[in-house]
């Protein structure tokens, strides 16, 4: 079995996998969002904090496996460097006390294989990474072959709404509650611009439709009794037609066969309806993970490390570090 850590930003996480058979054995997370609501985002060194009483618990509750362990895996990159150093620095500490290898997992791929927990792995596929820190098209041919096709040149997807939701002052995570609100909204309510519709650049911006949304809520928060079911639903329309236009563009070049949807704003209903309706004319295959594996998980770094391990991709204790801003 492979003992995985998951720390890269609010969600503290350990998962138990059987090698040979990718059954999920064992999986906790223990969610910060109430903590960090009150901010209206993630505040690093608190999470660390909270990662640091969170992680030994869940812990305690895997020592019936520990004899059957052949190696601990953790989340080394991308991520907070604060929470990162959590789990990297547990993951260590098991690998001494019970001499076994470790393996560090990218936390992008994790997502990828969020697709293939308890499951076999099918690729290639051309991947759609939507979640709070990136935006980001790759083909994946295999798990050391991934091509970063586009990303994102300022906000990510899921930032965009974490922020928007904050403008109306409903909190954090902004993700569910957007896609709430939107659902008694007039998505053409207003019309906000897509972003770089005009740019022939397969690439993706939200910071233009960030500030727009900004200032429709500054207008709206003029009146008595403030709504903002219509910005929401015309501000998620718009987030998704981008990302939509854009993949239509890449489609032109590229002609998709299996297409995954991952990362925590996978989530979202509306975006997952708009790429299967882009996808119709292509006869393609779409993937999506379970809802409750979208958001960080540490079953999704076990099963990357289920693979890893059989590829004997193991990591050196001593040279194992954190890397914040590694991507693919």
Do not use: W
């Amino acid at each position: 079995m492979v003992l995985s850590i998951e720390s890269s930003c609010d969600d503290s996480a350990i998962a138990i996998t059987e090698i040979a058979t990718n059954k999920l054995l064992f999986h906790k997370k223990i969610s910060q969002e109430i903590e960090h609501s009150v901010y209206g985002g993630v505040v690093p060194e608190l999470a660390a904090r909270l990662h640091a009483e969170a992680l030994p618990k869940i812990l305690e509750q895997c020592e019936p496996y520990f004899k059957e362990l052949k190696a601990v895996a953790v989340t080394s990159t991308p991520g907070l460097a604060v929470t990162l150093v959590e789990g990297v620095t547990m993951a260590k500490a098991i690998a001494v006390a019970l001499d076994i290898p470790i393996i560090g997992v990218n936390h992008l791929i994790g997502h990828i294989y969020s697709l293939f927990i308890e499951k076999e792995t099918v690729f290639p596929l051309t991947v759609l990474l939507v979640s709070g820190g990136h935006t980001q098209v790759m083909e994946v041919k295999n798990l050391q072959e991934i091509e970063t096709i586009a990303k994102s040149m300022d906000d990510s997807f899921g930032e965009s709404f974490d922020k928007v939701a904050k403008m109306m002052g409903l909190g954090y995570p902004g993700g569910p509650v957007i896609q709430e609100l939107a659902k008694n909204g007039d998505r053409l309510a207003h019309n906000f611009t897509v972003p770089l519709h005009q740019s022939p650049l397969i690439a993706f911006s939200y910071s233009g439709l960030k500030n727009a949304v900004r200032l429709a809520v500054l207008e709206e928060e003029k009146k008595e009794q403030p709504d903002f079911q219509d910005i929401a639903a015309s501000f998620e329309h718009i987030a998704t037609k981008h990302l939509t236009m854009k993949l239509k563009k890449y489609f032109k070049t590229v002609q998709p066969k299996t297409f995954a949807i991952v990362g925590g704003a996978s989530a979202n209903l509306y975006l997952r309806s708009q790429i299967e309706a882009l996808l119709k004319p292509h006869n393609a295959k779409l993937l999506l993970s379970e809802l409750k594996y979208c958001s960080d998980n540490a079953a999704m770094i076990g099963r990357v490390a289920t693979d890893m391990y059989k590829e004997n991709m193991f990591s050196s204790l001593e040279e194992l570090d954190i890397a914040p801003r590694s991507s693919l």
